[in-house]
């Protein structure tokens, strides 16, 4: 096949002298993936072929999120999809982990090809791809100790003696860039004596060795066996710690951009409709790095923007957010931005690196910790340790000053709705956290009960319970939820907001404002997005933002604004008429 002698090149980087043969390896396994009429199993692109539009925007979510007595828990969530008529307004659900797993809430995977039994069946996994497009979890830097290849390592077993990493404990790694502060290695007993393995994450997860080649072969094999299960986007987990070498930082190494590129390659031959998402959390360089020169991965996570967000609102100052966004080069052709606000994970702090001011960035953790939130933290070279995210629900993250009383309700879903509005008017694929859709505060009972500062923000419902809470006009939770069925109903039918459309950060009439325009690739229409950080209202007129042929329309109400005021931690999306 064509792909061959490409394949050989990028492994010859990888495994010197080892190229011909390990392509040959790589073709024999894509040999069943490859669909013998050259129309692709499952999944397909947006109509018109192209690998995004402004209708997509992505749920993500646990595999168990949902729980209800009725059905499993994969099942309970594809019927309140379906019931709530979510499925018209989100296009992709982002299924987190949904394998066997011992620890990380399922980020240390015990068999990759397995659906956990807790959450479900791949019958379940289909019928939900059946409403939307699916995206899976690769998680590729390591294993669950309890895996069978961690056990087959400890016993000495072929292949897996292997695929893992011995150390040495008297080495030097002061040059590793480690994201916990934790023991970078673990002592494990094996029938071979006690040997010290690499663990970067924690002791229940071993990383895996890409030095050898087995492990890779492994690993495109799991790879394409998502793509075949319809995986629309598949995400590279953790993937800048990939490859290791010591006397590095062992963080975005050459080796790695080679694997992600040859991962891209391998994918596309039998499922072109599959996207490569790298999650990287890192600085914003070290994060576009990985679009390669279009030839790596399609989309980025969009790291800084949830902590400029939480610094805009915590300063009542948009300043740094509006001159990172005049900054931001776009993305290679063919690639995207994939932007969100919250996650599984914490807020990341390393991404504000170079964007805000040290003391900006100690205020922002000094008002996290005021609205409850934890401080996680990685250890320097230095051994220092420094704030490495902020574990907090992204709702209580944006509450007004916490010492107000009584709380202004319709403020806290105010300030939050306008950080998701944000989000989702910048280029890219928005994605949504189930958490930010219903409003969910700070899981206090989920992290006494399980010691993992992460599980702030992780809370699973009863269906019934989470029914009960936006069923209460009144709670914050049901404003948030009916605020942002409004956003998503909006936005997909606009094509300024399609993921390649233009965008023109316009001067704002206030520090405390941020304003940009996003246009129709054709130019035929526009959506004028004006928001308000502070805390007091702010008058605005659109004709002095833009060039407009007519004032514009609210695109809720469909109503003309030639003058509007945006009460504090509002926004408006103004639609615009073009002047052709």
């Known amino acids: 096949m064509t792909l061959l002698p490409q394949l050989a090149t990028r492994l010859e980087r990888l495994y010197p002298n080892q190229g011909d043969v390990l392509a040959a390896k790589v073709d024999a396994l894509l040999q069943p993936f490859l669909p013998a009429d050259g129309v692709s199993r499952e999944g397909s692109p947006p109509p018109g072929g192209e690998p995004w539009s402004e209708r997509d925007v992505v749920l993500i979510s646990y595999a168990d999120q949902l729980r209800s007595d009725a059905t499993t828990p994969l099942a309970t969530l594809a019927d309140w999809l379906q019931?709530?008529?979510?499925?018209?307004?989100?296009?992709?659900?982002?299924?987190?982990?949904?394998?066997?797993?011992?620890?990380?809430?399922?980020?240390?995977?015990?068999?990759?090809?397995?659906?956990?039994?807790?959450?479900?069946?791949?019958?379940?996994?289909?019928?939900?791809?059946?409403?939307?497009?699916?995206?899976?979890?690769?998680?590729?830097?390591?294993?669950?100790?309890?895996?069978?290849?961690?056990?087959?390592?400890?016993?000495?077993?072929?292949?897996?003696?292997?695929?893992?990493?011995?150390?040495?404990?008297?080495?030097?790694?002061?040059?590793?860039?480690?994201?916990?502060?934790?023991?970078?290695?673990?002592?494990?007993?094996?029938?071979?004596?006690?040997r010290h393995v690499w663990t970067t994450f924690s002791d229940d997860q071993i990383d895996l060795n890409y030095a050898n080649p087995q492990v890779l072969l492994r690993m495109l094999h799991v790879l394409l066996e998502y793509a075949r299960r319809g995986a629309r986007i598949v995400r590279l987990d953790?993937?800048?710690?990939?490859?290791?070498?010591?006397?590095?930082?062992?963080?975005?190494?050459?080796?790695?951009?080679?694997?992600?590129?040859?991962?891209?390659?391998?994918?596309?031959a039998a499922f072109p409709q599959t996207v490569l998402l790298t999650e990287t959390n890192v600085p914003h360089a070290e994060?576009?790095?990985?679009?390669?020169?279009?030839?790596?991965?399609?989309?980025?996570?969009?790291?800084?923007?949830?902590?400029?967000?939480?610094?805009?609102?915590?300063?009542?100052?948009?300043?740094?957010?509006?001159?990172?966004?005049?900054q931001l080069a776009p993305p290679p052709p063919g690639c995207t931005f994939f932007n969100f606000t919250a996650s599984h994970d914490g807020v990341g702090v390393r991404p504000l690196e170079g964007l805000v001011p040290p003391e900006r960035l100690d205020r922002l953790v000094e008002a996290m910790a005021e609205r409850g939130g934890l401080i996680g933290t990685r250890r320097r070279a230095d051994g220092v340790d420094v704030p490495y995210e902020l574990n907090i629900s992204y709702v209580d993250a944006l509450a007004p000053n916490p010492r107000n009383e009584p709380p202004d309700v319709a403020l806290h879903a105010r300030r939050f709705l306008t950080s998701q509005a944000v989000m989702m008017s910048l280029p890219g694929m928005p994605a949504v956290y189930f958490h930010s859709l219903v409003g969910t505060r700070n899981d206090y009972a989920g992290v006494a009960a399980s010691g993992i500062n992460r599980r702030i923000n992780r809370h699973k419902y009863e269906l019934g319970e989470l029914e009960a809470i936006l069923g209460d006009d009144d709670s914050l939770g049901a404003r948030i939820h009916a605020g942002y069925r409004a956003l998503l109903a909006a936005r997909r039918s606009e094509p300024a907001f399609h993921p390649d459309a233009p965008v023109r950060v316009l001067a704002a009439p206030a520090p405390s404002m941020l304003t940009l325009l996003r246009s129709s690739r054709d130019g035929a229409r526009s959506v004028l997005l004006a928001a308000n950080f502070g805390d007091a209202d702010v008058a605005i007129r659109p004709?002095?933002?833009?060039?407009?042929?007519?004032?514009?329309?609210?695109?809720?109400?469909?109503?003309?604004?030639?003058?509007?005021?945006?009460?504090?931690?509002?926004?408006?999306?103004?639609?615009?008429?073009?002047?052709?």
């Open 287 to 326: 994060n576009v790095s990985y679009f390669g020169d279009g030839d790596e991965a399609q989309m980025v996570y969009q790291f800084s923007l949830p902590p400029l967000l939480l610094d805009a609102f915590v300063h009542g100052d948009a300043t740094y957010l509006q001159r990172w966004l005049e």
């Open 83 to 194: 019931t709530t008529g979510l499925d018209q307004l989100l296009s992709i659900v982002h299924l987190l982990p949904f394998c066997p797993y011992s620890s990380d809430d399922g980020f240390s995977v015990i068999d990759f090809e397995a659906v956990d039994a807790d959450a479900g069946d791949w019958d379940d996994i289909a019928r939900l791809g059946r409403q939307v497009d699916l995206m899976f979890d690769l998680v590729l830097n390591h294993v669950s100790r309890h895996s069978e290849w961690f056990r087959g390592y400890l016993a000495g077993e072929s292949p897996y003696v292997d695929w893992f990493i011995r150390a040495d404990p008297d080495g030097d790694y002061s040059q590793v860039v480690r994201p916990r502060s934790l023991p970078l290695l673990t002592p494990v007993e094996t029938t071979r004596g006690v």
């Open 543 to 580: 004709a002095d933002l833009a060039e407009l042929a007519a004032p514009p329309r609210d695109l809720f109400s469909g109503n003309p604004c030639e003058e509007c005021v945006l009460p504090a931690g509002g926004f408006a999306w103004l639609a615009v008429r073009s002047q052709s």
């Open 238 to 268: 953790a993937v800048a710690f990939l490859w290791k070498q010591v006397g590095t930082t062992c963080l975005h190494l050459p080796e790695t951009h080679e694997v992600v590129k040859l991962m891209r390659e391998v994918v596309q």
